[in-house]
């Protein structure tokens, strides 16, 4: 073999390293087309066959892990045409035979010297070029069998016989005439019979004619497919053997061209139809011979100039065109005979001497066997156009002589057109505006919004509109404009375009912009703010007035600061305004009143006033703002109760410790500490709950699906119960905070325990006495339940009466000699904190049941 075919791409695998170099080395210097690459294992080159494409395998038997047999059967699964070539230094009859069984192109055992390789060089070559060409041949009848499959008709194989009696017909004949190949093939049909009478005699003798000449023939003619159609038909065939019998064989292919037959028949009414259009359209129609004389013409030419028809075929297009355009004439007449199109504007003399303007555009034209026939084209009336442009003209003078920037786009958006101004404006020259897109000249946001109202104007009936936009100039500098902009329409009434007018309104803008800032600001303050003149009428108040007043703030304008305010405040607010007014150096003053609501409630409020800038020195109102400081007084008032509490109730047990450590000195009896112990234990007790009312406040953390009856039993295992017992009734799960609810249920307990049972009571000085009545004591019942908008916590214990319940929650308030009166306290901050509300009635068994409710409805 030559080796100077096409490239071919070898994978070899071995595992002597030697060996597989000095195999690549022999077989490209032996065959200049083969590329080798090569892998040391079998699993190595089943990785390189997935990454690239190979022509042929040659593979060593012996190799560790994956053997040149399971190799070459995995190939074979993947890549089932791949040459493979077992090349092995181990060869015996069993592989051999196992080759073949899995498949393998070729098996060639590996010998001395270097003529093996020029043997394994043609092994590959020969199988790969009998691959390549099985898969040429495949490939070529695939395209046939696609080529056939996909044509527009059938392919057939017939005798020559009156009938055409088929041997062969492809698939297209049931979708061309109704019956399948197999009918006309067994002859249950006869292509002949589907054939129209009128055409089996024309039909017979053209193809024979044909014949006899030795030509192949091409036919159209008539049938009538199987469910009574009539199709034209169009056939080409030729004889291609001769049978036994001396019958022609022929071959050919025929088609549906009844679709073509029928644009035929209305090429020719179109044809008369376009005569009959071009004689009534408007413009003048002209077909002019390449001398120049008259060839065609519509009715509208002798209309236009007014000479007969019999005139116009005599004349020349130099009679129709004024003599100061000839020279013009003819050179685009000559121009259009080179480059087959031309647009010339003259102007035509009629036949009672008035002048008139048209624009002709004209296109060669060749007849029917191509050679060159004329200029056939239009000729339109521009004299009305040429009259706008002079209008126009007039136009763009007064455009370039107003100050205001303008500018003209076209239907693209591109810009066509600016006046001087708008150079001036943008700091350009106008050659380098025009043809610019305008986001050169303007952000993109703004040309979108000019782009969506000329759509708007487009879809509406107004006729122009207005938009605030931003220029940037050459320099940079960035200036606000008003833009009145319109679109424009050609002659046709389709959008062409727009035309804008802008006037700069940057310094009135921004001036504006000013304004709302500080209109933003003050309604983002979130206290009221508000203006009053040199009268005290109000001027301006924002939209916090509403919250704290009832009043909308247009009800406020123009009335009097009395509507909100009561006389001796507004007397207090006057000094402090005199004051003011009296030292420079003052720029506001603040003082607390009272607001009052449209319902007559008074807020305690905080009021900042300042002073507005004079006019001409004059005093010109004030300018405040009021604070809502209910909160601030609740606080104020909690605070005083608080510490009133806290140094009522830590002064006692502190007396108390005093006074036992004294007693404890003096006389030397150390049982007096056990009594001052106790009172600084009912301190630390105290303490502890002053802390927990001060760290919570009224706030909760985070938020769970609590279940009721667990909290409570973790709750009860915390606290000192005694002999008292915990029942649970229902099963519910409420959203809270889980650390403070469970405080709830511990001060709850507690509570019950401590002040809910007989112990409680004041107890005798005589011990005996004090053993009885705790011998004759009942252990306390304490239960949690549910309700139907929320729980409740019941003991059977000594209960609270009916005047004290309203009282309970208040910090402080104790029944007890040991309690520190904010146990409950607590409990309402809870509820409070959670949005609940709770409340103290008396339970089933006599004693105190305090209800949570949580919602409307379970």
């Known amino acids: 073999m030559s080796g100077h075919g096409e490239e071919i791409s070898v994978l070899h695998v071995d595992d002597d390293p030697d060996l597989g170099d000095l195999v690549a080395v022999h077989l490209k210097r032996t065959h200049g087309n083969l590329s080798v690459c090569t892998e040391r294992s079998a699993a190595a080159g089943l990785e390189r066959l997935s990454e690239h494409t190979f022509d042929c395998v040659v593979s060593d038997h012996d190799m560790p892990g994956m053997g040149g047999l399971e190799f070459l059967k995995v190939v074979r699964e993947e890549y089932e045409e791949l040459p493979f070539i077992l090349f092995t230094g181990k060869g015996n009859e069993e592989i051999a035979s196992d080759a073949i069984s899995a498949g393998v192109t070729e098996y060639l055992q590996k010998g001395m010297g270097t003529d093996q390789y020029a043997v394994l060089a043609n092994r590959i070559e020969r199988a790969v070029e009998e691959r390549r060409a099985k898969t040429a041949l495949e490939e070529s009848e695939r395209m046939l069998s696609t080529l056939i499959s996909n044509l527009p008709g059938m392919v057939y194989r017939a005798r020559n016989e009156p009938d055409w009696p088929m041997e062969f017909v492809s698939d297209g004949a049931a979708e061309l005439v109704g019956y399948s190949s197999e009918a006309l093939e067994r002859g249950d049909i006869s292509w002949g019979a589907l054939i129209k009478d009128s055409e089996t005699e024309r039909l017979w003798e053209t193809v024979q004619t044909c014949i006899a000449a030795g030509e192949p023939f091409e036919v159209s003619y008539q049938i009538e497919t199987a469910d009574g159609e009539t199709r034209w038909m169009w056939e080409r065939g030729r004889v291609v053997d001769t049978d036994d019998n001396g019958v022609e064989i022929l071959e050919g292919f025929i088609t549906d061209v009844t679709a073509r037959e029928e644009r035929e028949r209305e090429l020719a009414d179109q044809r008369a139809?376009?005569?009959?259009?071009?004689d009534s359209v408007d413009d003048m129609f002209y077909v002019v011979g390449t001398d120049g004389s008259l060839v065609r013409w519509?009715?509208?030419?002798?209309?236009?100039?007014?000479?007969t028809n019999e005139k116009l075929a005599s004349m020349g297009i130099d009679d129709l065109i004024v003599d100061s355009d000839h020279e013009k004439l003819?050179?685009?007449?000559?121009e259009t005979l080179e480059t087959g199109y031309g647009t010339i504007e003259a102007g035509i003399e009629t036949a009672d001497g008035e002048r008139l303007q048209y624009e002709f555009r004209g296109t060669l034209i060749e007849d029917e066997r191509g050679d060159l026939f004329g200029i056939a084209g239009i000729g339109r009336d521009i004299t009305e156009r040429k009259r706008r442009e002079r209008e126009l003209r007039e136009y763009r003078t007064l455009v370039e002589n107003v100050g205001d920037p303008m500018y003209v786009l076209d239907r693209d958006g591109t810009v066509e057109m600016v006046n001087e101004a708008m150079a001036a404006h943008l700091g350009y020259d106008r050659s380098e505006i025009v043809g610019s897109e305008p986001a050169r000249f303007m952000p993109d946001a703004d040309v979108e919004k000019a782009t969506e109202l000329i759509h708007d104007l487009l879809d509406d009936e107004r006729t122009w509109a207005s938009y605030e936009m931003r220029t940037i100039s050459a320099d940079g500098t960035v200036r606000i404009n008003e833009d009145r902009i319109a679109p424009l329409f050609d002659e046709d009434g389709n959008f062409d375009g727009s035309v804008g007018v802008m006037r700069e309104t940057t310094e009135r803008k921004q001036r504006k912009r000013e304004l709302e800032?500080?209109?933003?600001?003050?309604?983002?303050?979130?206290?009221?703010v508000y203006t009053l003149d040199e009268e005290g009428v109000f001027t301006y108040v924002n939209e916090a007035i509403e919250r704290l007043?009832?009043?909308?703030?247009?009800?406020?304008?123009?009335e009097h600061i009395s509507t909100i305010m009561a006389g001796e405040d507004i007397d207090r607010g006057s000094d402090l305004i005199r004051t003011m007014l009296s030292?420079?150096?003052r720029q506001n003053v603040t003082f607390e009143t009272d607001i009052v609501d449209q319902d007559g409630d008074h807020t305690p409020i905080e009021i900042h006033i300042a002073l507005l800038p004079a006019v001409d020195g004059e005093f010109n109102g004030t300018a405040g703002v009021i604070r809502d400081i209910s909160d601030r007084k609740d606080r104020e008032r909690q605070l005083a109760e608080f510490a009133s509490v806290v140094s009522h109730d830590l002064r006692n047990p502190l007396n108390v410790v005093k006074g036992r450590i004294s007693v404890a000195r003096t006389s030397g009896d150390v049982s007096h500490l056990e009594a001052a112990e106790s009172a600084a234990d009912r301190m630390d007790e105290l303490i502890n709950d002053l802390l927990t009312l001060a760290r919570q406040g009224d706030r909760v953390g985070?938020?769970?699906?609590v279940d009721l009856a667990a909290l409570a039993g973790q709750a009860w295992a915390d606290v000192e119960t005694g002999e008292a017992t915990l029942e649970k009734h229902g099963t519910a799960t409420v959203e809270a905070d889980a650390a403070r609810l469970r405080a709830v249920f511990e001060n709850l307990f507690r509570n019950s325990v401590e002040h809910g049972s007989a112990s409680d009571q004041p107890q005798p000085d005589d011990a005996v006495e004090r053993e009885c009545r705790a011998a004759t004591s009942t252990p306390i019942t304490v239960s949690v339940g549910t309700m139907d908008t929320g729980f409740y916590v019941a003991d059977d214990g000594a209960g609270i009466p009916p005047e004290e319940r309203d009282d309970v929650f208040e910090r402080g308030y104790t029944t007890s000699d040991t309690g520190t009166g904010f146990g409950l306290?607590?409990?309402?901050?809870?509820?409070?904190?959670h949005g609940w509300s709770v409340s103290v009635t008396e339970s089933d068994g006599g004693g105190a049941r305090f209800e949570f409710t949580t919602s409307s409805e379970r």
């Open 273 to 278: 139809f376009t005569e009959n259009l071009i």
């Open 298 to 307: 519509n009715d509208t030419v002798q209309s236009a100039t007014g000479y």
């Open 330 to 334: 003819w050179r685009i007449f000559n």
């Open 517 to 528: 800032r500080y209109e933003t600001i003050i309604e983002a303050v979130g206290d009221p």
């Open 549 to 558: 007043t009832g009043f909308e703030p247009d009800a406020l304008i123009g």
């Open 583 to 585: 030292d420079p150096t």
């Open 702 to 705: 985070e938020t769970t699906m």
């Open 825 to 833: 306290a607590i409990v309402g901050e809870v509820a409070q904190a």
